[in-house]
């Protein structure tokens, strides 16, 4: 065999499989904001809870003989807005996962919430159903600019909702948002010392973007200028690392003891089951990485008798590109070992590209670790394009589900 066909051959071995998560997502939101191309949909009148949650419990059972024997380290039940279902149906829907797959003990059990859906009793409920973090989609304290997002809740409704979570989660994420429209550097400013004066012990902090499919999209407002935002983005690190706040993924700021377990997992290239309309899930064997995508329109979702819309082994040589488009997301990078653990492929399949990745300045590296620079997380498409098809460089495959995969939890924290 030629010596190249040698050298470009690889092959997955896993000792031992990723920590193991699972995903549930809900579709449904009072009302679609104009920026948002998540899969969530405008409610009807009533909820189908009880046949959705029968659902997602077929459908976690299709997936049990992919997973059998492990155990969960977080679920995250995501959207849309899960806060539009009952108490009653999230305490159903966890008890059956508690009786499918046992979960580590302590797990972390997130739920989505957004002002405007939830009050102090709904939280308790929440609580009692075993739920043990909030994540609430705040976006902005300032009314003007929750008018601009088309939110349904103003700036007093987020505060009650804050309070409201607080007083019976002591583990309760915000997500915020700047570059809104019309905004200004002292306005973002405002935003993130009303988001700090709230407490809370996880801040995930985004930069609105434009994306295809919305109504911004149709019909973009004005936006900020982009040095502007530049400066809302460095007020926003400045204010959350002066109030404690580590700031450990892109856009995601903890207080010490409080990153996101779930997300994590993500972004160190776990594996997770997921379930619900439209949901993805990667999950690992010894020899093979694989993804699975559940069908996208809740209506078809609930209808059908099978709810596996795709499922397909990962090509190993676009397994570095995923790694690394998770992974270097993170601020201070990953060990070394990580990547053989999570991807099942030998460190050396990445040297070359780490080397030039190094000499560009792009990252820094000892003998058991790699971070991202800062110019690396400025110019995240030059390096991460460093690992694309296995280092060649410019191709497109793997790029979107990878972004799926990681969008996949973001949902729930935006
Ligand atoms: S941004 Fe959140 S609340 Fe708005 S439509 Fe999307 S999922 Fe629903």
Known sequence: MPQIALEQRLEVRF?????????V?????????PYCDFNSHERAEALPEREYVERLIADLESLLPSV????????????????????????????????????EPGAEITLEANPGTVEAA??????????????????????RMLGALGRI???AEARNAVDAALASFDNVNIDLMYGLPAQTVDMAGADIGAALACGVPHISAYQLTIEPNTAFYRRPPPLPEHDDCADMQLAVEEALAG?????????AFARPGRRCRHNLNYW???DYVGIGAGAHGKVSFPDRVTRHERIKQPRDYLAGTATLAREFTVPPEELPFEFMLNALRLIDGFAISLFGERTGLPFISVVKQLEEAERRGLVQRDWQHVRPTERGRLFLNELLALFVGGGNGGRESGVPVALRATRTSSPAER
């Open 15 to 23: 000792s031992v499989l990723p920590p193991l998560a699972l995903y």
């Open 25 to 33: 997502h809900i579709p449904w939101c009072v009302r679609k904001c």
């Open 68 to 103: 059998w024997g492990r155990r969960l380290t977080s679920v995250f039940i995501g959207g849309g807005t899960p806060s539009l279902f009952s108490p009653a149906a999230i305490d159903d829907l966890l008890g059956a996962v508690r009786a499918r797959l046992p979960l």
């Open 122 to 143: 709904r939280f308790r409920g929440f609580r009692e159903a075993g739920v043990n973090r909030i994540s609430l989609g705040v976006q902005s304290f300032d009314d």
């Open 153 to 155: 809740h103003g700036a």
């Open 243 to 251: 109030a404690g706040y580590e700031h450990y993924e892109t856009s």
């Open 268 to 270: 160190e290239f776990g």
